[in-house]
């Protein structure tokens, strides 16, 4: 754990700049308010930068917000081009990534649980587009549902078509998904496409996602409500984020910086820095200042294309070369 001495005061000044050199980026990511929950049946909860707040009908959700359900619980968001957000129990979202936007339409990614999309139409004529960590979804028409647990998926085109990436595979072709197709992607079985849900599918299925409900959007759109702040977070409670695949992972860097000075919370992030290597320029920046030049002693000029290395500093020292993550989703 860190000490309270010299090299933590030098740490948070390193962490200061790094700031500073993400506010160009963190500008054109400003939060802005892209849809309404309108619907909540139990407990949810919305982090937003370092802070943790309560879901309720009339909030707004922002972008890069991240949303977690409760065991027993149903949320709608809905959004201002008649787009719906149907949310199940236990599903983790981050419901307008603006990184992965395409056109002017959201973001949406699944890292677990439950998600029904009720396309809207955008003026642009794009269509909205879901990723997860085992599928991406896009050109989506009428109403999909979808599942994530674990290394499996299921998508469920209930009224209307899409295209669908099986994203365990790295070169995989997109697939034509028709209305009323029922997609199947367990671990490392080949993807199966039948023409209605398996019974397991059916059984688990959240049964407001069964009902057609009136949009309460009208309701709430004059008026906002402020969601109730609930102090900060823990790291058991953004672990699964904090250990989310690269192109996910990454963002919270920037927003979630300060919560390094918190030593429970930067000892989780010392253990667990194999899975996410890209805290160690926050947790250790002493690793990453330029090596002093000592007077006298001879200069070492390297050639790149011999050392196949670019660059002088690596991004991550601790991670070592190999492939990049997943394509990103949209």
Not at 41 to 61: D, H, S
Not at 189 to 209: G, H, I, N, Y
Request: proline share 8%.
């Amino acid at each position: 754990m860190r000490g309270n001495g010299e090299n933590g005061v030098d740490r948070s000044a390193a962490r200061v700049v790094l700031v500073a050199m993400v506010l160009g980026c963190s500008a054109a990511l400003a939060a802005e308010p892209t849809g309404i929950v309108t619907i909540l049946e139990g407990e949810a909860t919305l982090i937003r930068g370092a802070a943790k707040y309560a879901a309720a009908p009339g909030v707004r959700v922002q972008a890069d917000d991240l949303i977690e359900t409760g065991k027993s619980t149903f949320a709608r968001v809905e959004f201002p081009n008649q787009g719906i957000v149907d949310l199940g129990p236990s599903t983790r979202a981050q419901l307008n990534r603006p990184s992965l936007r395409r056109a002017d339409h959201a973001g949406f990614y699944l890292l677990t649980g439950w998600l029904k999309i009720t396309a809207g139409e955008m003026a642009t004529g794009a269509k909205a587009a879901v990723a997860s960590p085992v599928f991406e979804a896009f050109n989506l028409a009428g109403k999909t549902v979808m599942h994530v647990e674990g290394d499996g998926a299921a998508v469920f085109a209930e009224d209307g078509a899409l295209r669908l990436v099986d994203r365990r595979q790295r070169a995989g072709a997109p697939l034509s998904i028709k209305s009323g197709d029922f997609v199947a992607l367990h671990a490392s079985e080949p993807v199966r496409t039948d023409r209605r849900p398996s019974k397991d599918f059916l059984a688990a299925l959240p049964r407001p996602f069964e009902d057609t409900l009136p949009s309460l959007l009208a309701k709430y759109e004059s008026h906002s409500v402020a969601p109730k702040p609930l102090g900060t977070f823990r790291y058991a409670e953004v672990e699964a984020w904090l250990d989310a695949e690269p192109m996910i992972r990454r963002g919270f860097v920037q927003e979630w910086m300060s919560k390094a000075d918190e030593p429970a919370f930067r000892e989780r992030l010392e253990v667990g820095l194999p899975r996410h290597p890209e805290w160690e320029r926050v947790l250790y920046p002493e690793r990453f200042e330029p090596k002093p030049h000592v007077a006298g002693s001879p200069s070492v000029s390297v050639d790149p294309a011999r050392s196949g290395v670019v660059g002088s500093t690596p991004e991550n020292p601790s991670e070592s070369p190999g492939p990049r993550g997943a394509a990103r989703g949209n």
